[in-house]
């Protein structure tokens, strides 16, 4: 994501129909300690290859994986496509510089270019330094007998979250448009870091108050407190909705860590 002239010759070579722009530093509290390869990979990651599609004249529809981060801590609930961006982390800034460059790309080279506005969207393939997995795997480890305590940081942050491989079904949904246009994708339920914890630790039988610590190296210098979408633009024209519930979401997560831990 950081030369140019590779992803060039790549979009020269492949001739893609469709290009779904995923790569990214993607954690959030890292983008303090890094913010300058955050906002490198990030946020000209996008502009290089929206620049390598004018350049070459390929005829790709693209996507770009947009962020609910980059409503930040906005006052306005639940967020839509029309809600103010308030980044609250370098990587959220980064998000926003992308999302504003494909739409300039749309408007300036008449190139399909949709932001998809994903609101946090979760499975057994989420990285293991990401909340909903840390909380997952520990709740494996601990039911296990390996582990005493899982550590975490703000337990009162509100999320929205999903089952990513339906998140996955409204990003191509969007490319099949006969028109661009940029959508935010959510479940409008949102739930507290507190409650995942509860449900996770719930459904192997734990009680997660003798499990969990605290610990302040989790928090971020600014936190985004809380985040629900309104998808009410993708189910009118996209014909989108989520299916996975917000417990069988934790539960499908949960399961997953304690199978790979039994086969190991």
């Not at 004018?54 to 529809?61: C, G, L, P, R, Y």
């Given at each position: 994501m950081t030369d140019g002239s590779s992803i060039n010759r790549l979009m020269e070579?492949?001739?893609p129909d469709e290009v779904y722009h995923l790569a990214a530093q993607s954690h959030v509290r890292v983008s303090f300690d890094i913010p300058e390869y955050t906002g490198d990979v990030t946020g000209l990651g996008a502009l290089r290859i929206l620049d390598a599609i004018?350049?070459?004249?390929?005829?790709?529809?693209f996507y770009q994986a947009s962020?609910?981060?980059?409503?930040?801590d906005t006052t306005l609930v639940p967020q839509t496509e029309k809600t103010?961006?308030?980044?609250?982390?370098?990587?959220?800034?980064?998000?926003?510089?992308?999302?504003?460059?494909?739409?300039?790309?749309?408007?300036?080279?008449?190139?399909?270019?949709?932001?998809?506005?994903?609101?946090?969207?979760?499975?057994p393939r989420r990285g293991e330094t990401f909340v909903t997995r840390?909380?997952?795997?520990?709740?494996?480890?601990?039911?296990a007998g390996l582990d005493k305590h899982l550590y975490l940081g703000n337990l009162e942050a509100k999320r929205d979250w999903g089952y990513a491989?339906?998140?996955?079904?409204?990003?191509?949904?969007?490319?099949?448009?006969?028109?661009p246009d940029d959508y935010v994708i959510a479940t409008g339920?949102?739930?507290?870091?507190?409650?995942?914890?509860?449900?996770?630790?719930?459904?192997?039988?734990?009680?997660?108050?003798?499990?969990?610590?605290?610990?302040p190296r989790y928090y971020r210098p600014t936190e985004v407190s809380y985040l629900l979408g309104d998808a009410s633009k993708a189910r009118r024209a996209l014909k989108w909705k989520p299916k996975t519930t917000f417990r069988e979401l934790v539960r499908l997560m949960v399961d997953a860590e304690v199978s790979a831990l039994s086969k190991n």
């Open positions: 070579k492949v001739v004018k350049e070459t004249k390929v005829k790709a529809k962020s609910s981060e980059m409503f930040g103010p961006f308030h980044p609250c982390s370098p990587y959220a800034c980064a998000k926003v510089y992308a999302y504003h460059l494909t739409i300039n790309y749309r408007e300036a080279y008449g190139i399909f270019a949709c932001n998809g506005i994903l609101f946090n969207h979760e499975s840390k909380i997952a795997r520990g709740v494996a480890r601990i039911k491989p339906e998140y996955v079904d409204a990003m191509w949904r969007m490319l099949q448009q006969k028109k339920e949102s739930r507290t870091v507190r409650e995942f914890v509860e449900a996770a630790f719930g459904h192997v039988g734990l009680d997660w108050k003798k499990h969990v610590r605290i610990d």
